[in-house]
């Protein structure tokens, strides 16, 4: 309600009646759900409603959780958006064969999610592992794809550095179990309630046999489409890339954005600019939506 229309309806209100208070904006709906896909149980949660959908996807270890900030801008902006955890992550089943784990494999989660919410097309989006499996979905399911969004992926230059950090949580997961346990039992023990500590905690639980089944899949399959591949990719595409990370290098950002034809470029300040000072990005990544979906 504008100043103006509320100084109007105080202006009719009788003597001795109460004033009417303005209302409040309502906050876009949150709903968890689930489904099941080759025989597996993946979660969700929905943010908003309506016919313009956006897909987000988190990176390796992470939940869901991480994106909701974002999810919660998009859907204020009436969008419908819909944060997944990828199997083996957060509620969603956690397997203990490496050989369910791989890009590919997460990519037809995400594009099963479609089918599951009747979906035709979405913009897709993810960080990291999820940024990865965005590229897979945009080259085996470009039709179900009306954009997609890519932070910080993982390509050549990130390999060495990838090996580097995963290889000693594999060797633990596999070979010191005990340890991966006590890490778990401890971040149980953290209180919940901020959106950040709880993603934290949320990738610290871990069981051993699933983790390094999930390690194992991702760290010795298909890490991304190759560069031939990626030349090929039709779908409009937002890369946002930072420095001083190497296990997601400048470099891979800067490569992508180049090999994807028309594809557009954000350079982030930092690795953490879009969840600790996320007013450019978000803007950035909201605009980016609203064009995918002009027909």
């Not at 996807?57 to 994106?67: A, K, L, S, V």
């Not at 010191?176 to 149980?188: C, D, E, F, G, R």
Request: aromatic share 6%.
């Amino acid at each position: 309600m504008s100043p103006a229309s509320t100084a109007a309806a105080l202006e009719d209100l009788q003597p001795g009646e109460p004033r009417r208070k303005a209302a409040k904006p309502s906050r876009p709906i949150e709903l968890s759900g689930s489904f099941d896909h080759e025989g597996h149980r993946l979660a969700y949660t929905e943010f908003g409603s309506g016919s313009r959908v956006v897909v987000l996807t988190h990176g390796i270890m992470f939940t869901r959780r991480m994106h909701a900030p974002l999810a919660r801008k998009l859907a204020a902006a009436g969008y419908r958006v819909v944060t997944l955890d990828l199997l083996g992550h957060g509620e969603s089943d956690r397997p203990t064969e490496s050989w369910l784990y791989s890009m590919p494999a997460f990519a037809h989660q995400t594009v099963a999610l479609l089918d599951h919410l009747g979906v035709e097309s979405a913009v897709i989006g993810g960080t990291s592992l999820g940024a990865n499996v965005s590229l897979e979905v945009s080259v085996f399911a470009p039709e179900r794809m009306r954009g997609m969004i890519v932070e910080m992926p993982v390509l050549d230059n990130a390999i060495v550095a990838g090996l580097l950090t995963f290889a000693p949580l594999l060797f633990a997961a596999r070979f010191v179990p005990i340890s991966v346990q006590a890490v778990s039992l401890v971040a149980k023990l953290v209180p919940h309630g901020n959106q950040w500590v709880d993603v934290v905690t949320d990738t610290l639980e871990q069981r051993p046999a699933p983790m390094a089944a999930l390690l194992h899949g991702v760290l010795f399959g298909r890490i991304a489409p190759p560069k031939s591949v990626r030349k090929q990719i039709s779908v409009p595409t937002l890369v946002i890339g930072h420095q001083g990370d190497p296990i997601h290098p400048f470099g891979d950002a800067d490569t992508l954005a180049v090999d994807v034809p028309g594809a557009e470029f954000i350079q982030a300040r930092s690795p953490v600019e879009l969840r600790a000072d996320p007013g450019r990005l978000t803007e950035a990544i909201t605009d980016f939506v609203a064009r995918c979906f002009v027909d």
